[in-house]
């Protein structure tokens, strides 16, 4: 009796262990998969659109960055809350959702929360996750093979590699004399196009003099010429994979009390593409003008005005 009670507890302690090694072990993919409601893009987009207003979100943008493509950006009072407990929360405001026609098939996919919530110190977000569950399903998560493993991808843990920024590393691109100028300068810049940017979303945090705004760049310094910052000029060279991280866009410019900040290129584009390699005919060397071309952009926006 004594020695099956033994071998009980044994088992016991091993499953505990296996459960323990599991949970510190698990990883995260950036993305994830969704069902694809029957239709044409629009219509894709449409009820998708019809499926997160239901589950709470509310739609504050949507554009088409490219050809047979549509992105639609909602937040909801759980996003807006974590975002403006943290530093710089709120790059993590927007949910990005993407509609995706490839080869004639329609893909449905979003940024995984946890995976963005845990890079951005936001925490799992585990009623975001469970509210897009409901509404467009999870398939499969993907956009890295093996995953992040969630202890690494923190703030101040997860970078591409040595001399590559991290989260907190973030671009200060013009102080303003105060909050309201800050906004009234993007908002302006953005309604010109300015940098060859376009408006997609505002999102204004509760309690905070703080304002996220997502921004398209359709026309940069012009499509197939010096930097590779429009958005289809990158996308077409990273995102080369079956399923498609059509969701890493828009950009975010944040307006922070005075300040005009964005994460840096850098992390950003590799955060979304984790397994890109560094060189290679879809490697970053192929984008190396990217991070200053997308820089150039938005510091125009945040009314930055560089020497010719």
């Not at 949970?23 to 449409?46: H, I, S």
């Not at 026609?101 to 799992?124: C, D, F, H, R, S």
Request: hydrophobic share 45%; aromatic share 10%; proline share 5%.
């Amino acid at each position: 009796m004594w020695t099956r009670f033994l071998n009980k507890l044994f088992l016991a302690i091993a499953a505990i262990f296996l459960i323990s090694s599991q949970a510190a072990a698990e990883t995260l993919r950036p993305f994830v998969l969704g069902d694809t409601p029957p239709g044409d893009l629009k219509q894709v987009a449409d009820a998708v659109k019809l499926k997160v207003t239901a589950a709470g979100f509310e739609i504050v943008g949507s554009y088409s960055p490219f050809a047979n493509a549509v992105v639609i950006c909602v937040t909801n009072n759980d996003l807006k809350t974590n975002a403006a407990k943290v530093p710089n929360g709120g790059f993590g405001a927007a949910q990005r959702i993407s509609v995706t026609e490839v080869k004639g098939k329609i893909q449905v996919a979003y940024v995984n929360p946890a995976y963005l919530g845990t890079a951005y110190g936001m925490g799992k977000l585990d009623s975001v996750s469970s509210k897009l569950r409901t509404a467009l399903g999870a398939v499969k998560v993907f956009g890295s093979e093996n995953g992040i493993p969630e202890e690494k991808l923190g703030p101040g843990m997860y970078r591409y590699a040595m001399f590559m920024p991290y989260f907190k590393d973030v671009d200060v691109f013009k102080e303003h004399p105060d909050y309201k100028t800050a906004v009234e300068t993007v908002e302006k810049n953005l309604a010109a196009g300015v940098g060859g940017t376009k408006k997609v979303y505002r999102i204004d945090l509760p309690g905070k003099q703080v304002s996220v705004f997502g921004v398209a760049i359709p026309k940069g310094d012009g499509i197939d010429k010096g930097n590779k910052d429009t958005d289809k000029e990158i996308i077409d060279i990273v995102d080369y994979g079956e399923l498609k991280h059509t969701a890493y866009l828009p950009y975010e410019l944040m307006v922070d009390g005075d300040r005009v900040i964005a994460l840096r290129a850098r992390y950003r584009i590799a955060l979304n593409f984790p397994d890109t390699t560094m060189a290679g005919a879809h490697g970053f060397t192929k984008i190396m003008t990217a991070p200053w071309g997308i820089q150039v952009a938005l510091e125009a926006v945040a009314g930055f005005k560089r020497e010719q």
